[in-house]
């Protein structure tokens, strides 16, 4: 028996040319171990836009991108044991999995799990329907993929650290940067400026890569130690051979090769951005030093509390432009130019009078 | 004040067309630290094909390859405590470095080395000379870049162990193949079927990658548990998204996406073979499962004498196919056939005579 769904305010887009336009979506009634969520802010991630112009090839219309969802419990189902109605929460990327058959998901690696519903643009296991991610009123999602959003932390600036943070906290875990290391974050966007925060925070040694010679300054003041612009080959040459980890958050086509070239031994370049066309790596540029060319996606749902505990810790939030619902279409052809720092968010107490 | 020289036999190439021939070559008259050392054995690698044929563009003619060396020490240094004559002994791809500079030679990671003197290409530090490699009667070496060979080994199978052994061992150690681990091995080639070897004795759970049908029953009998022919779609499809590491050892051009599908969450894929074009990697490849493509050149000298100590103990050798020196050339075109199963190594005593 499928569960009884209502209907809520939402920001779609019908098809891949169409912009955003109010519309309305059917939530699922809160199962047993659902919380009904009352959503305040929402982050405008770069995956958002690929998502409702289709330029992953799998979008299904009416689409509902945003995955970075800071909001209020409204209800809790019976079951559900670790909300209740007004607590804060988040939620990010990932709404459901089979939690009962994914070895992943027992391990808190939500984000390896071949079952992972996907906030938007997957289908809900209860409803029968496609997901529909934060550009809405409400959402119900099972606690086991809610964050407790820690006190001390503005509920907007921390939207963005539901996609863009994880995305770059669980990388510069993993590969241990930290106090000794130097670290490079490649390109200063919605990401970048959270790993550099990050890696800073953590006590490493930061460099910025970024073509832009005017946001030296904003690097530092984000948190870097130094800035080396790429296309001066004497900034590079300074630095060649010395970093044990770069987070390379650039999704336009570029040199990972130099990057390595970048690394001491053992060193590894992490990709969290996703160039649409493949990277040419050359064979000896990792075989000499022992280097590695990684992939990091977001974290699991114990990482993300992890991060979103330290960010409350260490006063870390994402630097955003908060814009009304009736922004977003304008808001993506600035994202397009990289008219924004870092991050827009939505405020969804715009949609309401909508 | 540079040390004497004396004169030694050798077979050489005087350029990048020209075969190798008979030719006489310097070696520097022992220092402090040195050993002198009668060649028994030495294997033929692909490098040395490359080299010869100046194919990495550096090479200085007249040109001697050679790098997997076993010998029996003829004299050693005064100051030289590891070796007395008779003994029996090994020397890679290293000769030489400046150790009281070298922080990665402190830590046994010589392979790391920014002042690392290769066994030929490189400059001889104490004559001012080229370095020759193995393809001789003799060589003088500071004795920190010669191994132990431990009783049990076979000289003949054991001299390819010291590039083509130790540039497997290495990184399935270092990335920890073993009991509980699935291990690809793709290429049954020098490299490869000792790869299969090594991770066969370390305990993990081994599959062999080889583009050549016929090659099934040879994997099986090396140690893989099972094969798979990258064509065959049912058989990838099987093994998707299983593998913890993926030892790649093709120097052909080839597609590393294929693998990295092949690889579990956390997985790695390690280039040892160099293909001479850039590989293309698709972003969300490795992003998807926080993957790896990492590479790995040979390994430290304490790692290298663990490897020959763990071959010994193992009864672990190469499969080759003994020849005289003046076999070489012909051993090349045969190489370039992929017709050796599965290293050619000379037999030095075949020079003497010349």
Redesign the interface.
């Known amino acids: 028996m499928k569960p009884r769904a209502h209907s809520v305010k939402a920001y779609a887009t019908p098809a891949a040319d169409a912009p955003l336009a109010p519309s309305t979506i059917p939530r699922r009634e809160p199962g047993e171990r659902d919380v009904q969520i009352e959503i305040l802010y929402c982050g405008v991630c770069h995956s958002d836009l690929h998502f409702a112009r289709n330029e992953w090839h799998f979008t299904q219309y009416p689409a509902v991108p945003g995955h970075e969802i800071v909001g209020r419990v409204l209800r809790a189902g019976p079951r559900a044991t670790k909300f209740k109605p007004g607590d804060l929460v988040g939620v990010g990327c990932l709404v459901d999995a089979d939690l009962a058959s994914c070895p ?1 998901c027992k391990r808190g ?1 939500e ?2 799990s ?1 079952t992972m519903v996907m906030t938007y643009g997957s289908m809900d296991r209860h409803l029968g329907l496609p997901t529909y991610g934060g550009y809405s009123e409400q959402i119900v999602v099972d606690e086991h993929f809610v964050l407790r959003m820690p006190p001390g932390l503005d509920p907007a600036a921390a939207a963005p650290l539901l996609c863009a943070g994880i995305t770059t906290y669980s ?1 510069l875990r ?1 590969w241990r940067a930290g106090p000794g290391k130097k670290v490079g974050v490649v390109g200063l966007g919605g990401l970048g400026h959270l790993g550099v925060k990050f890696a800073r925070a953590f006590g490493a040694h930061v460099v910025v890569f970024t073509t832009s010679p005017g946001k030296r300054e904003d690097a530092l003041r984000l948190g870097a130690h130094e800035v080396v612009v790429p296309k001066n080959p004497d900034e590079m040459a300074k630095h060649a ?1 010395s970093f044990d980890l770069i987070l390379d958050c650039v999704s336009a086509d570029h040199d990972v ?1 130099a990057l390595l070239e970048q690394l001491a ?2 060193g ?1 370049v992490v ?5 649409e066309n ?20 977001i974290g699991g749902l114990p990482e993300t509390q992890e991060m979103l505990d330290f960010c409350a810790a260490h006063g870390i939030g994402a630097d955003i432009e908060l814009i009304r619902m009736d922004q977003i279409n304008e808001a993506y052809e600035r994202m397009l130019k990289s008219d924004v720092k870092y991050r827009f968010v939505i405020d969804l107490a715009s949609l309401k009078g909508a």
Do not use: C, E, W
């Not at 990709?271 to 160039?275: D, E, I, K, Q, R």
């Not at 493949?278 to 996606?297: D, E, H, N, Q």
């Open positions: 992943y690696l984000q390896f071949p990388p993993h051979g090769n031994p053992d590894t990709l969290v951005g996703a160039p493949p990277l040419p790596v050359a064979a000896f540029g990792v075989i000499m030093g022992r280097k590695s060319l990684a992939g990091s996606p």
